[in-house]
């Protein structure tokens, strides 16, 4: 999870650079390769298909297609390396425009709900600053994401959310409240349409669920990892996608791109590319 500022009302940071709104030099966005995925569900009597497993998704919200929209754009409104990489080995060409928002965890919110929040302030403020500073006749699509490593259950009073740590105390102290237990990783999406002037409607959000067993670590392991600082830029104070994938035994739900930041086939779901 990425800590990416200020409220969506904002103005640029200092320093920033404003919003390139030329023309990407390709055409439509391609997915890469066709795969058989999870997404290859036959609909129910409602017109909906089935989520896959670890994977909720809104279906209320407009289909981001149709006159204005042939081929839009793609912006990420995140600055995390590890969801630039995920998208790009799926083949999409994008921009990327971190987003300056308020980060703070509403705790009345199941995690889902809690992730889904953070990803559509994301978006939001990336689309409201691509507003601000103009966009052209541009159709364009504003992908946000956010990732929360959840101890308990929703509903305990002894929920957890463990962010990233701020110095190597805390980042000790989350690896070993993590040591030995299955915890979930929720990562929320969220889509912001954007048609010349103009946001299309309420933002398309689903998320990914994740359950991780981490096996005990004894103490000449943290103080390895810690030592490390791999662990910085880290919900949770792990890496995955690095070398903490040797205390991970096992993975239920959305899976392994979920737990890293970004649940690739939702997120091409609510993109329209699935």
């Excluded at 297609?65 to 754009?73: I, R």
């Excluded at 509403?106 to 995690?111: I, P, Q």
């Excluded at 919900?235 to 739900?253: K, P």
């Amino acid at each position: 999870m990425s800590t990416e500022g200020s409220h969506p009302g904002s103005g640029p940071s200092p320093g920033e650079k404003p919003f390139d709104s030329a023309p990407l030099e390709t055409g439509p966005l391609e997915s890469g390769p066709a795969e058989a995925g999870p997404w290859e569900t036959e609909p129910d009597e409602s017109g909906r298909t089935e989520n896959p497993p670890g994977i909720d998704r809104a279906l209320e919200g407009p289909v981001l297609e149709g006159p204005g929209l042939e081929g839009p754009g793609l912006v990420l409104a995140s600055a995390s390396p590890r969801r630039k990489r995920l998208l790009e080995e799926r083949g999409l060409e994008f921009r990327v425009l971190p987003a300056d928002v308020d980060e703070t965890i509403d705790l009345t919110l199941d995690a889902g709900d809690a992730s889904e929040d953070l990803a559509v302030r994301k978006a939001l403020a990336a689309a409201e600053r691509i507003l601000r500073e103009g966009s052209g006749d541009e159709s364009l699509l504003v992908l946000g994401s956010d990732t929360l490593v959840v101890l308990g259950e929703d509903g305990d009073p002894d929920r957890r959310f463990l962010e990233k740590a701020a110095d190597q105390t805390e980042a000790r102290a989350m690896l070993e409240a993590l040591s030995g237990t299955r915890h979930r990783v929720v990562t929320g999406v969220a889509v912001v349409g954007i048609d010349g002037e103009d946001l299309l409607g309420p933002p398309r959000t689903g998320h990914g669920t994740t359950w991780v067993t981490m096996r005990p670590l004894d103490a000449a392991e943290l103080d390895a990892y810690v030592a490390s600082g791999e662990w910085r830029g880290k919900a949770g104070s792990y890496a995955i996608q690095e070398t903490a994938d040797r205390f991970v035994t096992a993975l239920d739900g959305a899976g392994f791109d979920n737990v890293v930041g970004l649940p690739v086939d939702l997120a091409l779901q609510l993109l329209g590319l699935a």
